[in-house]
């Protein structure tokens, strides 16, 4: 046996261990969340607002919309987007420049202010996985306390609003925003 079969047996182990702890973790909304689906067509971009973390802005080619995570609202509004510094302006926000990310790039928060987190894992890619760790869990030590949140392809962005209280899981076709109870 050679040094390379040794790498390759030491790879697939810790492989099939990854993929029993992913077994392990429960799928659909977590404990003290609610989930509400939009469909939309093409969206490129997200963003929360910093000033009013309840507002979720949405890039698609159909135009901007703000959602109101709190009350489901959506508004179509007028508004610019740059792609390549991932921000954008809406009259609604006022002067606040929101901070973009999509297809092009950007990130959302992954923690949350009550200590919970945002991971990604892709062991069949390109299917990837959204892991919510709630209050400080990491999923590799405890993944009956998280929960797989998204398990689909073309993953744009996931993460939290500035306050915690909300969460957007986005791929091309679909928007989840939850929201804690």
């Known amino acids: 046996m050679t ?68 009350t489901g609202e959506k508004s179509p509004c007028d508004g610019d987007f740059d792609e390549d510094n991932l921000i954008a302006c809406v009259p609604p926000l006022g002067d606040e420049l929101i901070p973009l990310a999509g297809e092009g790039g950007g990130a959302l928060r992954r923690f949350g202010a009550a200590g919970d987190a945002l991971d990604t894992a892709a062991p069949f890619w390109p299917k990837t996985q959204v892991i919510f760790m709630p209050a400080f869990a990491i999923w590799q030590q405890h993944p009956e306390a998280c929960h797989v949140i998204f398990d689909d392809y073309e993953l744009r962005a996931c993460g939290f609003s500035r306050c915690g209280d909300y969460m957007a899981v986005a791929c091309p076709h679909t928007l989840d925003i939850y929201r804690r109870r």
Do not use: N
């Not at 697939?12 to 509400?36: C, D, K, N």
């Not at 507002?55 to 959602?67: A, D, E, N």
């Open 3 to 70: 040094a390379m079969d040794d790498l390759l047996q030491a790879e697939a182990a810790h492989r099939e261990r990854l993929l029993s702890l992913l077994g392990q973790i429960p799928q659909g909304v977590p404990r003290g969340w609610t989930r509400e689906r939009y469909a939309v067509g093409g969206l490129q971009y997200i963003g929360f607002s910093a000033v009013r973390p309840e507002k979720l802005l949405c890039v698609s080619p159909q135009g901007l919309r703000l959602i109101d995570c709190k």
